[in-house]
C-alpha cells in the first residue's frame, strides 16, 4: 500500500509538471501592443496663386492646405456669409421683411440686388440678394431688419444698425473660433478695420453650410421669381428679380467645378479678386479659401485645390464597433478559458485621411480599471504587453485606446471593453503566482510557469531523498502500532 501511495504522489508531481509547461508555454507568448493600419504622410501641394488660402474638411475642419492662412486679408463681400449667418437667427425664411430707407444709403459703387423703399421680400429672398447678385442693399436691409427687432425700434437709422450688427457678427466670429477677425459692416464694402483671415472665414464658411437654407442658396446658379416668392398679400410693394451667380464654378461657364456646390465671391481694390468656394464629392465637403488671387486665377487656385484634397484624403475607418482591439495577457485566471484577453470598442472610428498614406497609426491601451492591472514585477522594462488579473466580467470597461499619427499627435480615442469573462484560477495557481509576486532577487526575473516546474521538481527531489533515508534504514518506516488495553473499573 505504501509503495502504491508513493507511486500516486509521483504520478502527480509528474502531472503537474506536464501541466504547468503547457501553461509555460501559453503566458511567454507575447502579443504586440500596437495595431497599426494607415497613417498621414506628405503628398504633394498644388500650385496656387492666391496671396492667401486655405483648404478644410468641413466635417472635422481639418486644414488640407495652408498659405499664408492666418495672413490679415479684407474679405470683401465673402463677408455676406457671416451676414446670412446672423440674418437667420432672427428670422425664418418664409417672414416677410419690408425694405426701409437704408437702401438709399449703399454707395453707388457697391453691387446692388435692386430693392426699393418699401418693399416687401421674404428673408428667403433676402439671402439669395446676399448670395447670388452679392447685393450690399440686400446686406444693410438685413442689418438694419435684425437691429431693429433686437431693439424693437422701426425708426433706427442705419448707421446704429450696422453697429449693432457688427457686434453680433464679431460675437459670432469669437464663439466660432476666430482669431483674426474683425466685423464693421454687413457687407464687406472696404473699411481698414474690417478684416479677417482665410483660417477664419474658412471656419465661417463651415458653419455656414450647416444653416440648409444658405447651403440651398449658395448653390443657386440664378433666381427668376417674386421679391415674395409665391406669397400673396394684399396691396404689397414686391419686384421681379432676375440674378445671375458671380461664382463660375458653379455656373456654365469655362471654370465650372463639378462638384462645386457655392458658396460666396468677393471683390473690392484693396481685397482683389476672391472666392470662398466649396466643393462636395464622395460625399465629403471640401471649403477653400481664396483670397487675393486675379482672375481668372481664383477659379484655378479653387479647382486645384478641390482636385488636391479629393485625390488625395478621404475617409477611412480603422475600427468597427465590436472589433477586437487589443488582446491583454491573464494571471490569476483559469488556464481552460485561455490566458489572454480581447478587448473590444463600441463605436466606428473613422478618420479623414490622405489615401495614399503609408506608415503606421499607433494604437495605444491606458488601463483605467487599477483594481484589474497587473504590475509586473519583471525587471525587463521592454515588456511590451498589458496584464490583466482575473476576475473580470464580460463587458467590463478596462480603459481607452488612443490612435496617434506619427508625429504623436491624438488622432481619436474610445473605450474598450472585455469581450468575455475571466473566472479565477483554482488556490494551487494563485499561490504559484502570490509566490512570484513576493519573490526577489533572482526569482523575480523568473516567469509564473518557471516557478510552478521549480517548485514541483523540488518536491519530487524532496521525495526521493526520504525515500533513499527509508531503504538505507532497511525498509519503509512505519509508525509501530500500540496496543491499549482497556481499563476495568472494579
Known amino acids: 500500500m505504501k509503495k502504491h501511495k508513493l507511486f500516486s504522489v509521483l504520478l502527480a508531481a509528474v502531472l503537474a509538471l506536464s501541466s504547468v509547461s503547457v501553461f509555460a508555454d501559453t503566458l511567454d507568448e507575447n502579443t504586440p501592443t500596437e495595431n497599426t493600419v494607415q497613417t498621414i504622410q506628405a503628398v504633394p501641394e498644388p500650385s496656387v496663386y492666391a496671396q492667401s488660402a486655405v483648404l478644410v474638411e468641413s466635417g472635422t475642419g481639418k486644414i488640407l492646405y495652408s ?35 437704408e437702401v438709399n444709403e449703399v454707395s453707388l459703387d457697391s453691387s446692388k440686388a435692386g430693392h426699393i423703399v418699401g418693399e416687401s421680400i421674404t428673408a428667403e429672398n433676402l439671402v439669395r440678394g446676399l448670395m447670388i447678385p452679392s447685393g450690399n442693399d440686400s446686406a444693410v436691409v438685413a442689418a438694419c431688419a435684425v437691429a431693429r427687432k433686437i431693439k424693437n425700434d422701426d425708426s433706427m437709422g442705419l448707421t446704429q444698425c ?20 474683425h466685423f464693421t459692416n454687413p457687407h464687406g464694402y472696404h473699411d481698414d478695420n474690417h478684416y479677417t483671415t482665410a483660417s477664419d472665414m474658412a471656419k465661417i464658411a463651415v458653419e455656414g453650410m450647416k444653416n440648409d437654407l444658405i447651403k440651398q442658396i449658395a448653390a443657386e446658379r440664378s433666381y427668376s ?78 479647382k486645384n485645390l478641390f482636385e488636391y484634397g479629393f485625390n488625395n484624403f478621404g475617409y477611412y475607418t480603422l475600427n468597427k464597433n465590436g472589433d477586437n482591439v487589443y488582446t491583454a495577457d491573464l494571471v490569476y485566471n483559469k488556464s481552460s478559458g485561455g490566458n489572454t484577453l480581447d478587448l473590444v470598442i463600441k463605436e466606428d472610428i473613422t478618420l479623414f485621411l490622405p489615401k495614399t498614406a503609408v506608415g503606421t497609426i499607433s494604437a495605444e491601451l491606458n488601463v483605467t480599471n487599477q483594481d484589474i492591472l497587473y504590475t509586473k514585477s519583471d525587471s525587463d522594462e521592454t515588456a511590451q504587453t498589458v496584464t490583466l488579473k482575473a476576475p473580470i466580467n464580460e463587458g467590463a470597461e478596462i480603459g481607452t485606446i488612443t490612435y496617434k499619427d506619427s508625429n504623436g499627435n491624438v488622432l481619436a480615442e474610445t473605450k474598450v471593453y472585455s469581450s468575455r469573462t475571466v473566472e479565477k484560477a483554482n ?37 526521493i531523498i526520504k525515500i533513499f533515508r527509508n531503504r538505507r534504514g532497511g525498509g519503509y518506516y512505519s509508525r509501530p502500532k500500540y496496543k491499549y488495553k482497556r481499563r476495568r473499573r472494579f
Open 427 to 463: 488556490i494551487f495557481m494563485r499561490i504559484l503566482y502570490k509566490i512570484k509576486d513576493a519573490a526577489t532577487g533572482f526569482i523575480s526575473n523568473l516567469s509564473i510557469a518557471k516557478i510552478a516546474v521549480i517548485v514541483v521538481i523540488i518536491a519530487v527531489i524532496i521525495i
Open 162 to 181: 450696422e453697429q449693432i450688427f457688427a457686434d453680433l457678427m464679431n460675437q459670432k466670429a469669437e464663439e466660432l473660433g476666430c482669431t483674426g477677425t
Open 67 to 101: 498659405k499664408e492662412s492666418d495672413r490679415r486679408m479684407y474679405p470683401a463681400s465673402t463677408t455676406k456669409i457671416m451676414t446670412a449667418l446672423i440674418f437667420l437667427e432672427y428670422f425664418n425664411k418664409d417672414d416677410v421683411i419690408t425694405v426701409g430707407t
Open 225 to 302: 421669381g417674386n421679391s415674395l416668392g409665391s406669397q400673396q398679400i394684399d396691396g404689397a410693394l414686391t419686384q421681379d428679380y432676375n440674378w445671375t451667380s458671380h461664382n463660375l464654378l458653379i455656373t456654365n461657364s469655362e471654370y465650372n467645378y463639378q462638384y462645386a456646390d457655392g458658396i460666396k465671391t468677393g471683390f473690392t481694390d484693396e481685397a482683389g479678386d476672391s472666392v470662398v468656394a466649396s466643393a462636395t464629392k464622395d460625399n465629403v465637403q471640401l471649403i477653400a479659401v481664396i483670397y487675393n488671387s486675379e482672375d481668372p486665377n481664383r477659379w484655378l487656385d479653387a
